[in-house]
């Protein structure tokens, strides 16, 4: 049953009696002439200081913000990836990130259905030695095209500590994973290994468990050039630590 239902109509005189034996429990009545609304309003026993020891714990951990963007070479613009944008000539796929500490910054694309590669883009990882160390993935060596129409995909973006057990293993298969040689049986090994990695340091392999979420609801594109793409605006925040790591994934919506 949804809240919506006691929200205060127009005009409504609204008095809140909290109950003094059961304080998740707040009892609502709205009175209008003869007629009077009345509610029960029931929440979790989550108690006002489990949310501040729960924020002041958070607050302290080192965090990091990505935003994933689509830059439109032919538009001249760049916009904040969303599940509903679809790939078009000349765009290609890019993610901006800055953390509060140093961290390991590791970015990869796969198909939803098996979980290979998506186009044959190589995985990317990045070593952030100074805090606000602001960088952009793929590289310019590197381009991450986005033209085509292919099955439904899921990027993952993952912020380790440079001190984990997975931060090497990550580098060392990335690199590996670069070269061009390394296809068919051998790729789809180091992605299964890829996976086997990710799935490690985020602590699970559900994808649904990391959907990121911007801090905004409308992305609006900027011409790049005299006025850069200010992506801070639309990046999601993930905190991570020395025990754990932060993982965002950002899917794309089914073919239509």
């Known amino acids: 049953m949804g809240l919506d239902q006691y929200r205060k109509p127009k005009n409504f005189d609204v008095l809140?009696?909290?109950?003094?034996?059961?304080?998740?429990?707040?009892?609502?009545?709205?009175?209008?002439?003869?007629?009077?609304?009345?509610?029960?309003?029931?929440?979790?026993?989550?108690?006002?200081?489990?949310?501040?020891?729960?924020?002041?714990?958070?607050?302290?951990?080192?965090?990091?913000?990505?935003?994933?963007?689509?830059?439109?070479?032919?538009e001249g613009s760049e916009v904040a990836f969303t599940p509903e944008l679809e790939p078009g000539p000349g765009k290609s796929i890019v993610a901006h990130a800055v953390a509060?500490?140093?961290?390991?910054?590791?970015?990869?694309?796969?198909?939803?259905?098996?979980?290979?590669?998506?186009?044959?883009?190589r995985p990317q990882f990045k070593e952030l030695n100074e805090e606000w160390d602001e960088v952009t993935l793929p590289g310019k060596k590197t381009t991450w095209r986005w033209e085509e129409k292919v099955e439904p995909?899921?990027?993952?973006?993952?912020?380790?500590?440079?001190?984990?057990?997975?931060?090497?293993?990550?580098?060392?298969?990335?690199?590996?994973?670069?070269?061009?040689?390394?296809?068919?049986?051998?790729?789809?090994?180091?992605?299964?290994?890829?996976?086997?990695?990710i799935s490690g340091a985020a602590g699970d392999s559900d994808p649904s468990k990391h959907r990121a979420t911007a801090t905004v609801t409308e992305i609006h594109g900027v011409t790049r050039g005299q006025k850069e793409f200010p992506w801070r605006s639309f990046a999601s925040k993930v905190y991570f630590d020395d025990q754990n790591s932060g993982l965002l994934v950002f899917p794309t919506n089914q073919l239509r």
Request: glycine share 6%; net charge neutral.
């Open 16 to 74: 809140w009696l909290p109950m003094k034996r059961k304080p998740h429990r707040l009892w609502a009545f709205a009175m209008t002439g003869s007629e009077i609304f009345f509610a029960v309003v029931c929440f979790g026993r989550v108690e006002l200081g489990d949310l501040a020891a729960v924020s002041e714990a958070d607050s302290s951990r080192p965090y990091a913000k990505v935003c994933l963007a689509v830059l439109d070479q032919n």
């Open 100 to 121: 509060s500490a140093p961290c390991v910054l590791f970015v990869a694309a796969f198909y939803q259905g098996n979980g290979q590669l998506a186009n044959d883009w």
């Open 153 to 197: 995909l899921d990027f993952y973006i993952l912020f380790l500590s440079p001190s984990s057990v997975f931060a090497r293993e990550l580098k060392d298969l990335a690199g590996a994973m670069q070269d061009a040689n390394s296809t068919g049986g051998i790729l789809k090994l180091q992605t299964n290994k890829l996976h086997e990695l």
